[in-house]
């Protein structure tokens, strides 16, 4: 999709600039990125939200240490194939747009084939980093997290391995900390507030609902990787000013 006022990614914006130009991104990219992300995404939001409803349902009346019980870990595992797709076509989207190609299902498509082992190897770097920053020390976990929420884009832009990508991301992050936390902190708490606020509202015993609702908002939390990839480009540019 081409609009006469295309966003330039690669510049120095303040935080307020970065979600004013998400949001102008949305507006005049919105439905293009909007359907291919959801192409991608959906089809796993909808298996994993329908496999976690049902397990609930299940652990009210069973066992936990039955066999179905092991049904948790494949909702998981296809949580994680969302979320690796939402990261991996919003980047894909991006350069694509910023090279001036023609985006379409099939040049994403191309792309997602080409750059295929090293994005999905630096979802599972980030994702095994994040669990054991969150789960094990919490604090390291929170001072990493903007750094590892740019590593993936870095990973595939760059063309380094993870853990030089996470280098360089920490020490964009270093160039304005209060930035990288603001935009990113920001971001998840949206989120998170969005997901416990629409959960509360839906009624409990309409399982399609639920599941058709979370997995839209899945899909809507995948489009937070635009402001990530706008403040990559602020802080890469902010660094080249030192």
Same mark, same amino acid.
């Given at each position: 999709m081409y609009n006469s006022q295309r966003i330039d990614f690669n510049k120095v914006r303040s935080t307020q600039e970065i979600f004013a130009d998400y949001l102008a991104f949305m507006k005049s990219e919105g439905q293009?990125?909007?359907?291919?992300?959801?192409?991608?995404?959906?089809?796993? !939001?909808?298996?994993?939200?329908?496999?976690?409803?049902?397990?609930?349902?299940?652990?009210?009346?069973?066992?936990?240490?039955?066999?179905?019980?092991?049904?948790?870990?494949? !909702?998981?595992? *296809?949580?994680?194939?969302?979320? +690796?797709?939402? @990261?991996?076509?919003?980047?894909?989207?991006?350069?694509?747009?910023?090279?001036?190609?023609?985006?379409?299902?099939?040049?994403?498509?191309?792309?997602?084939?080409?750059?295929?082992?090293?994005?999905?190897?630096?979802?599972?770097?980030?994702?095994?980093?994040? +669990? @054991?920053?969150?789960?094990?020390?919490?604090? =390291?976990?929170?001072? *990493?997290? =903007?750094?590892?929420?740019?590593?993936?884009?870095?990973?595939?832009?760059?063309?380094?391995?993870?853990?030089?990508?996470?280098?360089?991301?920490?020490?964009?992050?270093?160039?304005n900390w209060r930035q990288s936390f603001a935009v990113v902190i920001l971001c998840y708490v949206v989120i998170f507030v969005l997901s416990i606020v629409i959960g509360d509202l839906l009624p409990a015993e309409n399982t399609f609902l639920n599941v058709v609702v979370s997995s839209v908002v899945t899909v809507l939390s995948e489009t937070t990787m635009i402001p990530f990839i706008l403040l990559y480009y602020s802080l890469a540019n902010q660094n080249m000013k030192l």
């Open positions: 293009s990125y909007g359907l291919i992300l959801s192409i991608f995404v959906l089809p796993f !939001a909808l298996a994993s939200a329908y496999i976690l409803t049902q397990q609930t349902f299940d652990l009210q009346t069973i066992d936990v240490l039955s066999g179905s019980y092991n049904n948790m870990y494949i !909702a998981l595992a *296809l949580s994680f194939v969302a979320k +690796f797709f939402g @990261v991996f076509v919003s980047c894909a989207y991006v350069q694509l747009y910023m090279s001036g190609s023609r985006i379409d299902l099939d040049s994403i498509k191309s792309y997602i084939m080409d750059n295929f082992v090293q994005a999905f190897l630096a979802s599972l770097y980030v994702s095994c980093a994040l +669990f @054991v920053g969150f789960c094990c020390f919490i604090v =390291p976990g929170v001072i *990493l997290l =903007p750094a590892l929420s740019m590593v993936v884009y870095d990973v595939l832009f760059a063309r380094q391995r993870s853990f030089l990508s996470l280098s360089r991301c920490l020490n964009l992050c270093r160039t």
